[in-house]
């Protein structure tokens, strides 16, 4: 299988029965949708707001890679275009491009704006400084004494 232009790897490998490709859930909608959950005993996949609903039958439950679902018209209901080349024995798989992620602009005028939030920060009271008026007392810490030369 090749998705816009790359393998897709797989531990277990697609086949083809009956002119169509079977292709296990996992890694074809567990790769290419942008959320799968469980439903009961079905595998929803969901690409974009296509929605696509399988029923599983594992034989142990958890198994994807071992639930084969026809790979053309589940990619096809998510919006993928599906080609099979029987040259290469390859299903060529196209998916839909999507928007382009774009940072915002510095500054844009026509948006609209919040002006600042007035901040009320209290000035700290001023206290007097202290004045010392009477005798000066001695120092109670002791003087280093320089060594004898």
Do not use: C, K
């Not at 290469?88 to 928007?99: A, K, S, Y």
């Not at 940072?103 to 609209?112: D, I, K, R, V, Y």
Request: hydrophobic content about 40%; cysteine-free.
């Amino acid at each position: 299988m090749i998705v816009d232009g790359r393998p897709l790897a797989a531990y277990v490998r697609a086949y083809l029965s009956g002119g169509r490709v079977y292709a296990p859930i996992a890694p074809l909608l567990t790769r290419l949708a942008d959320r799968f959950w469980f439903d009961r005993d079905s595998f929803v996949a969901q690409r974009a707001d296509r929605v696509v609903r399988v029923a599983l039958v594992p034989r142990y439950r958890g198994e994807l890679d071992g639930t084969y679902v026809p790979a053309g018209p589940v990619l096809q209901a998510l919006g993928a275009s599906v080609r099979y080349d029987a040259m290469g024995h390859r299903l060529i798989v196209t998916l839909p491009r999507r928007g382009g992620v774009t940072s915002p602009t510095p500054f844009n005028p026509a948006a609209p704006s919040v002006g600042p939030n007035a901040v009320f920060t209290p000035l700290w009271p001023q206290t007097p400084r202290p004045i010392w008026t009477g005798s000066p007392l001695p120092r109670r810490t002791a003087l280093p004494f320089p060594p004898p030369f």
